[in-house]
């Protein structure tokens, strides 16, 4: 399955204000952009961006679609399509959203040393994140990926964006199309241990058909507890969290953390092309 990400900005005034009058325009936009065919509002909130509110709606198929109305009269739609489609007409969009900052915030690149380090990426097949660990000298790094079409699709079209050519005068990395949950419970049940494990994984699991877009805490927190039981006697646990606004998501986090008796802390960083603050954490023993 493909996912595709396309941005759009449409001149979109608001004469009103409230809330109602805000939810019905982005209602308008959604039957513009996706059809009829999507459910109702499902998330209002204002964003950490000073200038925007957030709206967020479901379709029934599978897609998903942001809209962020700004002070200025304009509206910047988000979508992103669960079907199948050729990435390469929407590439040059997607270009556009180069990020520099979520990747360092993930991986602390700021603080966190990766010299001599043994790493463990869940997820981040763009291979972004790859590129920018070896490069810091880490002894070797692992990237586990279940869909090997992102892999594919971002050596095709995102070659130079996320530096696979650089990648590739690098030997002290290997990729595994599996499943993350396989690769830890391999590792734990063959006392394989890691320096840094870093959780890329989306905030909604890859198991559509069965929660949607409704996130699946266990999963998150089964990866968690796996994810530090392969740590090192002073290996350290990386991971994204979600966007600053869901609460309950961070409480749930919060929980499943004290309740693997680790040290923490969490930072929040405004990650440009999301609009809105991110959630990272820290992990360690």
Known sequence: MAINNIILELKFKIDKTTEEDVQNAAKEIALICLGENFSTL??????????????????????????????????????QYSIEKKLDKFIAVMISEKNDTYTPALARLYDQDYQGKKVLILGGGDGALLYSLVKKNASFVTLVEIDKEVIDASRCYLKKLCNWNELEKYTNYEIIIDDCLVVLKDSFRKSLTYDIVINDLTEFPVQMEKNGFTYDMEFSKQVMELSVSVLSEKGVYLSRGNCVNAKNYHEIIIQNICGLNCKFKCEDTFVPCFHESYRFYKLWK
């Open 42 to 79: 499902t998330d209002v909130q204002i964003s950490q961006h000073p200038l925007d509110r957030l709206l967020l709606f479901m379709s029934q198929l599978g897609n998903h679609l942001t809209v962020r109305f700004y002070d200025t009269g304009i509206a910047t739609v988000d979508i």
